[in-house]
């Protein structure tokens, strides 16, 4: 049934123009692209604080509020383009190894990043100006840069193990 | 032109990357995630210029972050140097390369530029480098400048664009 719906999805006008189009395809995977970079480099300034390798002059509080809300915006556009990237390929997509790990690793990014504002954040206070974190916060960083590394890598590897 | 890809492509380390396919997709999640810390680092300076953020002078914003596109500026240099080895001469001809080395040209001297307008900013009687008209257009030249960057390195739509603009 999964395979129907990604049949009928593949057929769609929408995903017909993007994939048959001069331009649709690749610009959609130019603007993919840049805003996965996008919201790798500015996850890692955070990533990089709470493993305390980096801005550790800095309050996490004050890095968290300047980089969160522009890197929700880069996602959201990330996430509709890849989106619209996948209703061209949607079978094909769907069993890449690298497509499927892509997504396994994003589901641990959000696993780790709901943990991490329910469990850790709320006790800020208690080290926000320091230099060495719990480890729970350090571990938080470090699952959420290995995981967005994993991103990256499993989607460039996507190309190379299609069908 | 051609003599030059020619060049390189007989170049013993182009030949020993070419024996090496496997290399080829590591390098360019290299090449990425080191154009992903620029972007990051340019966009953290150019959000205190702008007065988005106001956690710090932007002359201590720019000394942290400045560090991380030069250290970023060189793992994109030796992963892209090492990509283009692998076909020079296809890379070479390629007008969206071309377009993405230019712009990356103009996006150094912007990022130094910007440095020395900070520098000089913060000697001046102010103090105050952020209000200045230099800083903060320097400010947004660099970040439309390396987004221009990343964008040309997908620049199959740019090509095809061009294409069909002169044809």
Same mark, same amino acid.
């Given at each position: 049934m999964l395979k129907d719906v990604l049949i009928w999805l593949e057929g769609t006008p929408l995903a017909m123009m993007m994939s048959h189009g001069p331009f649709g395809f690749p610009a959609l995977e130019m603007i993919h692209v840049t805003a996965t970079t996008f919201v790798f480099g500015m996850i890692a300034i955070?990533?990089?604080?709470?493993?305390? /390798?980096? #801005?550790?002059? #800095?309050?996490?509080?004050?890095?968290?509020?300047?980089?969160? !809300?522009?890197?929700?915006?880069?996602?959201?556009? &990330?996430?509709?383009?890849?989106?619209? @990237?996948?209703?061209? *390929? &949607? $079978?094909?997509? +769907?069993?890449?190894?690298?497509?499927?790990?892509?997504?396994?690793?994003?589901?641990?990014? &959000? @696993?780790?990043?709901?943990?991490?504002?329910?469990?850790?954040?709320?006790?800020?206070?208690?080290?926000?100006?320091?230099?060495?974190?719990?480890?729970? &916060?350090r571990l938080a960083g470090a699952i959420s840069l290995a995981g967005w590394i994993a991103v990256v890598s499993c989607a460039r590897w996507i190309a190379y193990l299609m069908i | 032109m051609a003599e030059l890809a020619a060049w390189l492509t007989s170049l013993p380390v182009g030949q020993a990357l070419r024996r090496l396919n496997w290399l080829a997709p590591w390098l360019q999640i290299i090449h990425i995630l080191a154009n992903g810390m620029i972007l990051s680092a340019v966009v953290m300076i150019d959000m205190r210029i702008w007065g988005i953020s106001r956690s710090q002078a932007s002359v201590t914003?720019?000394?942290?972050? *400045? !560090?991380?596109?030069?250290?970023?500026?060189?793992?994109? =240099?030796?992963?892209?140097?090492?990509?283009?080895?692998?076909?020079?001469?296809?890379?070479? +001809?390629? /007008?969206?390369? *071309?377009?993405?080395m230019t712009t990356m040209g103009f996006?150094?001297? %912007? =990022?130094?530029?910007?440095?020395?307008?900070?520098?000089?900013?913060?000697?001046?009687?102010?103090?105050? !480098?952020?209000?200045? !008209? @230099?800083? =903060?257009?320097? %400010?947004?030249?660099? @970040?439309?400048?390396? $987004?221009?960057? =990343? /964008?040309a390195g997908r620049g199959r739509w740019f090509v095809l664009m061009m294409n069909r603009i002169m044809s």
């Open positions: 955070i990533d990089l604080r709470l493993l305390g /390798l980096a #801005s550790r002059g #800095s309050a996490v509080s004050d890095l968290y509020r300047d980089v969160i !809300p522009l890197t929700w915006v880069a996602f959201v556009v &990330a996430a509709i383009s890849g989106g619209l @990237l996948f209703t061209t *390929q &949607a $079978v094909a997509y +769907s069993m890449n190894f690298a497509f499927r790990m892509k997504f396994a690793a994003l589901a641990l990014i &959000a @696993l780790n990043m709901l943990a991490f504002r329910l469990f850790v954040y709320p006790g800020i206070a208690k080290w926000d100006r320091a230099a060495k974190l719990p480890l729970a &916060a | 914003m720019a000394r942290r972050f *400045q !560090p991380w596109i030069w250290g970023a500026l060189g793992l994109l =240099t030796v992963s892209g140097i090492l990509l283009m080895l692998y076909t020079p001469r296809r890379a070479l +001809s390629d /007008l969206a390369f *071309q377009v993405k996006a150094i001297a %912007a =990022t130094i530029a910007l440095a020395w307008a900070l520098r000089s900013g913060s000697r001046a009687a102010d103090g105050n !480098p952020d209000r200045h !008209p @230099l800083t =903060t257009l320097l %400010a947004t030249a660099t @970040l439309v400048l390396w $987004v221009g960057v =990343t /964008l």
